[in-house]
């Protein structure tokens, strides 16, 4: 089963968080992070999270999971697929009251006069 933790393809010109949220508190088990990034503009390289936390509100708890990198271009015919099992990312918190998941762009950096973009799609699979 999919899980979204973002809300659906999402795209971001500058860092920071995707649009979506996934509860991860009643999750116990094996899972699969899938990441599929559908677009990210030429001469382009971007870095992005995948974070824990009990609450995104306040930021004081946000860990990074994963980190995913890429360098484009990526183009809409051809995403690009990373994905990462739990025995991968064991410190990642599930299971306990208030867990959650969300993707971050970290950092996007292009070449001069280029304007950078990214899409992405973050699934957790169950």
Excluded: C, W
């Excluded at 968080?17 to 990441?35: C, N, P, R, Y």
């Excluded at 360098?71 to 690009?80: C, R």
């Excluded at 739990?86 to 918190?93: A, C, E, G, S, W």
């Excluded at 969300?102 to 799609?121: D, E, H, K, M």
């Amino acid at each position: 089963m999919l899980n979204a933790i973002t809300t659906g393809p999402q795209t971001l010109t500058a860092p920071g968080a995707f649009t979506g949220v996934l509860d991860t508190s009643a999750l116990a088990g094996d899972f699969t992070i899938e990441l599929a990034i559908t677009a990210l503009t030429p001469a382009t390289s971007a870095r992005i999270a995948i974070e824990d936390a009990t609450s995104f509100t306040t930021g004081a708890d946000n860990l990074p999971v994963a980190i995913f990198q890429i360098e484009g271009p990526v183009a809409h015919d051809g995403p690009v697929q990373q994905s990462l099992r739990r025995y991968q990312v064991p410190d990642t918190r599930t299971g306990a009251t208030s867990t959650k998941l969300r993707a971050t762009l970290l950092s996007i950096t292009a070449a001069v006069g280029i304007n950078p973009s990214i899409t992405i799609n973050a699934l957790l699979g169950t």
